[in-house]
Each structure stands twice: as structure tokens, then as C-alpha cells.
């Protein structure tokens, strides 16, 4: 072979002795060493560009003046306001959606890891999850939409005076988001459990303790990191998730609440998150006002590196 | 203060929550099924999904057919959107795949310390970066420039009178779509390399194997089976971008005819997922609706026939012992 040609004599030290050099290779490998590293800084290079890109739009458009004032119709890119309530549309919506994504999280993969029983049945809940995480977000959009116009769930959002159930509204959206979140958590949730050495559980029981009693006085507190991380990285899918958004919650550009008392009455009203906004902004939607959508852009993909970098310090560096 | 819960009081009770996701599950295929049921009714079953007549006639038709709409109404042939849902998740992930292999195998092997530790986070990256930015980047900067610097006046003349080559093209969205699948695949084949046991690599390299035979011959050959389930999970993916390809496409029904050479990658496309955002205004009549929810069940359907192909897909690998 011609790699073991050129070895040194002495007995190498490493798996990888000093003749396996590029050189060596014959001509296929050597193409294909180029090519992988072409991939690998191509790969790179798209990454950096398109940060970079948005980085340099975002300097462009974005100001204070932008960030806390209310969009506003308008013909002239000038005269359409701000992306006050995108934010806090996209705020309140992420809240919703976690609060209620996290426990479901944390207390399915609880049952599974710590019950489990019976197996089948553990283990179609975990499959499901897997269908859940599988599914497109616009076919959940979708049932969401059918779901929230069911009469009984009316007052959730906005109700006609014919009796039509409108089905749209920050309630609706949150709701479906939070499936969005929920194979995330749980996935944490479970590597986190599966991590605790069974010694530990073993010990409490031996003391006595029930099942319940361990979850709660032993595992729990070993809990609170991967809870967190399975928050966080569920965090950044529901602030850049778009086809829910734009289905659910009625894409008005200003958050309008409906009747009733101040948070109830939001959440059944209808508004909009920085990626409809976005989307309404740019060519494809109604608006036409790139500059608008590049600056809303922005602080999306702002917020989802911080989100980002979170979960890198959470996490370690390892992880792809 | 109340009784501790017992312990088995918490198992029902945890597994009442449990099984919720079991409960949404069946109700969203009988939400969507039971919404989808008249297109699939007076269509006769999957008839639909074949070809005849202009797709986006029929939609723009079915707005105007009242609370009421008589069955004819609800006339659909659907081939186009499913046409170019095949062929955009088709191509992203044809191309996709290539591209994430040589990727992964540069982080697992060759890259350097330093520039594998700045790879890794900005794959994480661009798999975080959210559709709607790329549909943004896509519309504002890919389209125009395809439109007005690739794509020559001769092919603008030689389509216009059947349709309009702006920019909004199949090359920008299987562009874009390759970008966002490409990071989930390499984060699945860069596990399943790594999840290949050291003595496999270690035993080939003893035997005088070098570098690129290791990784090629031996990680590669053994990961072959979680490479395939990679693909199958970008395909789903792929097949359930929405907003994205809403975005780049073009918003036109049309069936880009490969056959025709270079002129039809910059055609205008659609797929079923993108035409559900893009009539998602007209929702309110029941045609439409029931139309973009037989949309829905399509996706779901294969969605769900993906996932299982990705789980049957890696059997072989757990069969030997390697976890991915």
C-alpha cells in the first residue's frame, strides 16, 4: 500500500502514524478530501453570510423609533409605524405557549420514564410525541383553526353575532404552539431522567418513600437543567414559527383585544408576532415594506441567538 | 393541609396527562379528516390528486360558490401542487443529502480544532434561523437577482405567453429548501458517525487503512442506515415548509416540465403546504376549505408515514448495538 511505503521505522506512537498524509492517497481520496472541505467551509460561509446579511440590514433600518412605536397603515414605507406589537405579540405568545407546553413536557416523560406502565401503552405515548414532533406546523395550524371554531370553545376568541365562531386569537395560537414546544421539553426532560443513576431512586425507595415522594424530593431538583435547556430550545421554534401564526391569529398588525376583563380580553383578540410581520411585510404579502420586514428580521433572528447562545451555555459545546 | 398524593393516585393521574397527546393525536386526524370529507367525497376518492385543468381556476372558482356550495363545486385536481411538492422536497433533499454527508464526515474527521468548534454552533445555527428569514432573504435578494441576471430575455420570450419567468422560481425555493434541510441531516449523521464504536475505526486503521478509507469505508458503511433515516426526516420536513416556499415560489400553480431543459428550474411552483398559506384568506368559503384541509390530510398522512419510515429506517443500526 502506498501509505505503509513511507512509515518510519520505528513502531507509531498513534493510531494515526505520520506516512497517512494526503499526499499518500490516491487521486479518488484526495478529490474527495477537497470536496469535504469545500462542504465544510461552503457550510460555513452560507452561515456567516446570511448573520452577516441580516446583520447589516438590520443596522440599516432598524432604530429606537422603529422598536417602540405601533405599526400603522400606510402607503409610503415612512408613514407604517413600528414593530411595538409584533414584540410583544411574539412575548405573550411565547409565555403562553411555554406554560403550558412545560408542565405537559415534564409530567409525560415523568410517567414514561418513572411509570411506564402499562409498557404498549408508555410506549405509544412516546411514538406519538415523535408524530407530534414530525407533523408540519401548518396541519397543526389547521386543526387548531377547526378546533377553535367549535362552538363550545367560542368564548376562546372572537364570536359573531350570527353565531360564527371566529377561531382566531393569541388562546388559539398558543395553544397549537405549544405542541410545537412539547416534543422538545419532553425529549429533555426524558435524557435528563435516563441520566439520574437508578442508585439514587433506589435509595429513597429503600427508605421507604413512594414513587411520587422520590419524583418529587429526588429527582426534581436534578431536573431543573434539563427543564430549562428543553424550555429554552422549545423557545426559539415558537418564536420563529410562522405558518401557526399566520393562521391562528387573525395577522391583525396591531393587537386588538376583545371585550372582557384586561389579560382574558387579549388573549381572546387577535394581533400579530414579528414573523407575521415580517411575512405581511415583505413582497409576499400585503404590505410591500422591505425595510419594515429586514428590521423585524432582525430582531427575530436576534432573539433566536440569544435563545441560541442560552442553550450553548446550558449545554456545552459538543452538541450538534 | 391535604393527604400526599399515593402512589397509585399519581401513576393515574400522571398518566392521564400522559395520554392527552395520544388524545390530540386521534383528534386531529378526525378534525382534519371530517373537514377534508367532501373534496375527498365528490372528487371520488384520490381522483384528485391527478391532473386536468388549471388548479388555480378551480381554487379562485370555489371563493364564489356561497355557504351552500353544490358538489360540483368542489371540483379539484390537484396534480400540479403535488407535482411540486414532490419536486422541491425531492431535489432539497437529493442535493441536501450530498452536501450534509461531506459536511458531517468534515466535522467528525478532518476539520481542525478550532474551526470544528466554530462549525458545530453555526450549524445549530442556520438549523435555529427561522423559514420566514429565509423566505425573507430569498424574496428580497435571491428572486430579483434570478430574475434579472440569470434568467436570459430569449427564455422570458420563449414562455410568455403561458406564464411569466420573474425570479420566483423552482431554483430559489430548492435553493432556500436545501439551506434549511441541509443542518437538520448533518446533526443526525454527524450522531450516528460518532455513535460508530471506536474499535470499528480503530481495528481499520490498524490494518493500514488511511484516513478517508476509516471514515469512507468503515463509519460511513455503518451509519448507512441513520444516513437513510436523516434523508427520510428532511424529506418530511421538506414536504411541510410552508411560508418559505409561499414566499419564493411564485404563488402559481404550475407544473414545471423538467424535460424542457434549463428553462423550467425557473419556472414559477407551488406546493400543497404553500397554497394553504397563500389561500389561507379565502378559508371562510366551504369549498376552499374543505379543499385546503384535504391538503392538510395529505401532509399529515405522509408526514406520518415518514416518521415511521425513519424509525423502520434505523432498525438495522440498533440491530448491531449502536444507539443513534
Not at chain 1, 407604517?80 to 409565555?95: R, S
Not at chain 1, 415558537?238 to 405558518?243: C, K, L, M, Q, S
Not at chain 2, 404553500?274 to 379543499?291: H, K, M
Request: charged residues 10%; proline residues 6%.
Amino acid at each position: 500500500m502506498a501509505a505503509t511505503a513511507t512509515a518510519p521505522s520505528r513502531a507509531p506512537a498513534r493510531a494515526r502514524p505520520r506516512a497517512d498524509s494526503v499526499r499518500n492517497w490516491r487521486l479518488r481520496q484526495r478529490v474527495a478530501f477537497a470536496a469535504v472541505w469545500a462542504a465544510g467551509l461552503a457550510l460555513c460561509a452560507i452561515a456567516v453570510a446570511i448573520v452577516g446579511f441580516m446583520a447589516v440590514k438590520g443596522a440599516q433600518y432598524l432604530d429606537v423609533q422603529t422598536v417602540f412605536s405601533h405599526p400603522r397603515p400606510g402607503v409610503r414605507q415612512i408613514d407604517t409605524g413600528g414593530i411595538l406589537d409584533p414584540i410583544e405579540g411574539t412575548l405573550v405568545l411565547t409565555a403562553l405557549a411555554l406554560a403550558l407546553a412545560v408542565p405537559l413536557g415534564v409530567v409525560t416523560a415523568l410517567w414514561v420514564v418513572e411509570y411506564g406502565r402499562p409498557r404498549a401503552l408508555a410506549r405509544l405515548v412516546e411514538s406519538g410525541i415523535e408524530i407530534v414532533a414530525g407533523t408540519p406546523d401548518i396541519v397543526i395550524a389547521l386543526f387548531g383553526l377547526a378546533l377553535f371554531q367549535l362552538p363550545i370553545l367560542g368564548a376562546l376568541s372572537f364570536t359573531s353575532s350570527g353565531g360564527g365562531v371566529f377561531g382566531r386569537s393569541f388562546f388559539a395560537a398558543g395553544t397549537m404552539l405549544s405542541l410545537i414546544a412539547l416534543p422538545i421539553v419532553y425529549t429533555s426532560v426524558r435524557e435528563g431522567l435516563t441520566a439520574i443513576p437508578a442508585q439514587m431512586r433506589e435509595a429513597s425507595w429503600a427508605l421507604g418513600k413512594t414513587r411520587i415522594c422520590t419524583i418529587r424530593a429526588v429527582l426534581m431538583p436534578r431536573l431543573r437543567r434539563p427543564i430549562v435547556t428543553g424550555s429554552v430550545l422549545g423557545m426559539g421554534r415558537i418564536i420563529g414559527d410562522t405558518a401557526i401564526v399566520i393562521i391562528l391569529l387573525g395577522s391583525t398588525p396591531q393587537i386588538s383585544p376583545e371585550n372582557g376583563p384586561p389579560v382574558l380580553g387579549l388573549l381572546r383578540g387577535t394581533g400579530s408576532t414579528l414573523t407575521t410581520f415580517v411575512y405581511d411585510a415583505s413582497p409576499a404579502g400585503e404590505g410591500n415594506a422591505p425595510q419594515k420586514a429586514y428590521a423585524a428580521a432582525f430582531v427575530l433572528l436576534a432573539l433566536v441567538l440569544i435563545v441560541n447562545l442560552a442553550v450553548d451555555r446550558l449545554v456545552g459545546h459538543e452538541r450538534v | 393541609m391535604r393527604a400526599p398524593w399515593t402512589d397509585r393516585q399519581a401513576h393515574r393521574r400522571l398518566g392521564a396527562v400522559a395520554c392527552l397527546v395520544l388524545v390530540l393525536i386521534v383528534a386531529m386526524v378526525a378534525f382534519v379528516a371530517v373537514r377534508a370529507w367532501p373534496t375527498l367525497a365528490h372528487n371520488g376518492g384520490v381522483a384528485w390528486l391527478g391532473p386536468g385543468g388549471s388548479t388555480d381556476h378551480q381554487l379562485g372558482g370555489m371563493i364564489s360558490t356561497g355557504r351552500h356550495a353544490p358538489a360540483a363545486a368542489y371540483h379539484l385536481r390537484a396534480w400540479p401542487l403535488v407535482y411540486g411538492t414532490l419536486l422541491c422536497a425531492g431535489l432539497a433533499v437529493a442535493i441536501g443529502l450530498a452536501f450534509a454527508l461531506l459536511c458531517a464526515i468534515f466535522i467528525v474527521e478532518f476539520a481542525p480544532r478550532r474551526l470544528r468548534a466554530m462549525t458545530i454552533p453555526l450549524v445549530r445555527l442556520l438549523a435555529a434561523v427561522p423559514s420566514v428569514v429565509f423566505g425573507l432573504i430569498g424574496v428580497l435578494v435571491l428572486v430579483p437577482f434570478v430574475g434579472n441576471h440569470i434568467v436570459s430575455a430569449h427564455q422570458k420570450s420563449s414562455v410568455q405567453y403561458v406564464v411569466e419567468l420573474t425570479g420566483s422560481s423552482v431554483l430559489v425555493a430548492v435553493l432556500v429548501l436545501t439551506v434549511m434541510v441541509t443542518p437538520i441531516m448533518i446533526a443526525m449523521i454527524v450522531d450516528a458517525l460518532r455513535a460508530v464504536p471506536a474499535s470499528w475505526t480503530e481495528g481499520a486503521a490498524a490494518l493500514g487503512a488511511n484516513r478517508w478509507e476509516v471514515i469512507w469505508g468503515v463509519s460511513v458503511r455503518a451509519a448507512r442506515p441513520a444516513i437513510v433515516a436523516a434523508a427520510v426526516l428532511a424529506c418530511a420536513r421538506a414536504l411541510g415548509e410552508a411560508v418559505m416556499i409561499a414566499m419564493v415560489a411564485g404563488g402559481r400553480a404550475w407544473a414545471p416540465n423538467l424535460l424542457d431543459g434549463a428553462t423550467a428550474i425557473f419556472e414559477p411552483v407551488n406546493t400543497l403546504a404553500a397554497s394553504i398559506v397563500g389561500q389561507s384568506e379565502a378559508i371562510t368559503a366551504p369549498a376552499v376549505r374543505s379543499t385546503l384541509y384535504a391538503f392538510a390530510l395529505l401532509l399529515l398522512f405522509s408526514s406520518l408515514v415518514l416518521s415511521v419510515g425513519g424509525y423502520l429506517a434505523k432498525l438495522p443500526m440498533r440491530r448491531q448495538g449502536i444507539r443513534v
